[in-house]
């Protein structure tokens, strides 16, 4: 009987060890314990230091997203960041529009690395840019052998764990500005709002036309932190827990304007700046949001 007495106690430690371990390591691989940087998957935003123009880098599950890469002069700044986080190769290279802080880099970018699909809007009839810049990188797209993926509202494309989803144009807008892809990036509850250099008059159409859908974690505030962008109207129906501004310290256009500073404050929005902070590190486990080390 004392054996048999015994031999039970051992069999409950056994399935009461084997529960808690069960317990233990479902709580520790979904975030429920352990410290936030701990996450097996390597899941980040940089939003790079790259002068007077934007670049963001999206990694998740080995897979890069590229939003843009900044003027030609600061190009540099793009690649080394980018071999500094051992990337080699690039699975979607957004250009949200054609101006120069923001397609400058972009011929480099093609020239260092592998890309696998480039997006772009085709311009608004009758917009078609004839700048140097704009030629050339068609030039060079076409002398890779490669083609335009021309983006549309409405596409969709998964790089790692996030979902992206284009937002907009929604319309043949005449500005190349208001021309930018709107772009939104979900990872299980965490999500991305990326506008380019899109202004409020065009913000006020994705409010009326997606309304909630709008709601995003991140903010890559639009056109630099200018005061033509980032609408009450819009912050609202964004309501962002971060709000990321990049643009060069000091630079001629006076950005971030204290008109946005002003709306993005007012709507609790944690404003990060690349011409303070540098180089600006987000990273997420799909739940929670924290800022990281500069790689
Ligand atoms: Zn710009």
Redesign the pocket.
């Known amino acids: 009987m004392a054996r048999r007495k015994k031999f039970d106690l051992l069999k409950a430690i056994g399935i009461a060890v084997f529960v808690a371990v069960g317990i233990l390591s479902y709580l520790y691989s979904n975030g429920y314990i352990g410290t936030n940087n701990q996450t097996s998957a390597d899941t980040y935003v940089d939003f790079i230091d790259c002068g007077?123009?934007?670049s963001t880098l999206i990694v998740s599950d080995g897979c890069a997203t590229l939003i843009?890469a900044t003027t030609g002069k600061d190009a540099q700044k793009v690649v080394e960041h980018l071999k500094g986080r051992n990337i080699k190769k690039i699975d979607h290279f957004i250009l949200t529009?054609p101006?120069e802080?923001?397609i400058g880099g972009a011929e480099v970018i093609l020239d260092t690395f592998e890309v696998e699909t480039i997006h772009m809007r085709r311009p608004t009839k009758g917009t078609e840019p004839t700048t140097k810049v704009y030629l050339n990188l068609l030039k060079k797209i076409k002398s890779l052998g490669k083609t335009v993926h021309a983006v549309d509202a409405e596409d969709l494309f998964e790089s790692g764990e996030w979902s992206f989803k284009v937002f907009g144009p929604l319309k043949d807008y005449e500005d190349l500005?208001d021309q930018s892809v709107v772009l939104k990036g979900t990872y299980q509850g965490v999500s991305i709002l990326l506008t380019?250099?899109m202004e409020s008059a065009v913000e006020k159409d994705l409010c009326e036309a997606y309304g909630d859908d709008l709601k995003s974690t991140i903010l890559k505030v639009g056109?630099?932190g200018s005061k033509t962008s980032s609408s009450a109207i819009f912050l609202k129906a964004v309501s962002p827990q971060y709000g990321v501004i990049s643009c060069e310290a000091g630079n001629s256009y006076g950005h971030p304007h204290k008109e946005a500073l002003n709306r993005l404050k007012k709507h609790n929005v944690e404003i990060l700046r690349t011409d303070l902070d540098g180089t600006v590190t987000l990273i997420t486990d799909g739940r929670n949001v924290w800022q990281g080390e500069e790689s």
């Open positions: 007077q123009g934007d843009d529009h101006h802080d923001h500005n380019g250099d056109h630099h």
